[in-house]
Nanobody
Framework: QVQLVESGGGLVQAGGSLRLSCAASGTISSSNAMGWYRQAPGKQRELVASISGGGGTNYATSVKGRFTISRGNAKNMGYLQMNSLKPEDTAVYYC??????????????WGQGTQVTVSS
């Protein structure tokens, strides 16, 4: 069984920063995209940022210039650096990645989410 665990969320004032981490139980595929999504109350889950196998990045317009997605030096880690946070960034943040299981098969996986709350 594979697992993704997000951490680093919390309560922060507007203008502050947080760094979210995504830890996988196995190797995160370097050939497939990894992404961070968020879901605010009453809204659909939306893509915040993604990083391709080649390292190319893509950001939602609302976070461009403030958020940075990266892969860790360890093959089972990913990160989302969030700066200049705004109250509208408040949401549960989820990591999505393809993970190598103990059975040598690849699994598309989601974490359980980490809450980010930005106060005004």
């Amino acid at each position: 069984q594979v697992q993704l665990v997000e951490s680093g969320g919390g309560l922060v004032q507007a203008g502050g920063s947080l760094r979210l981490s995504c830890a996988a139980s196995g190797t995160i595929s370097s050939s497939n995209a990894m992404g961070w999504y968020r879901q605010a109350p009453g809204k659909q889950r939306e893509l915040v940022a993604s990083i391709s196998g080649g390292g190319g990045t893509n950001y939602a317009t609302s976070v461009k210039g403030r958020f940075t997605i990266s892969r860790g030096n360890a093959k089972n880690m990913g990160y989302l650096q969030m700066n200049s946070l705004k109250p509208e960034d408040t949401a549960v943040y989820y990591c999505n990645a393809r993970i190598l299981g103990y059975d040598a098969r690849w699994y598309d996986s989601w974490g359980q989410g980490t809450q980010v709350t930005v106060s005004s």
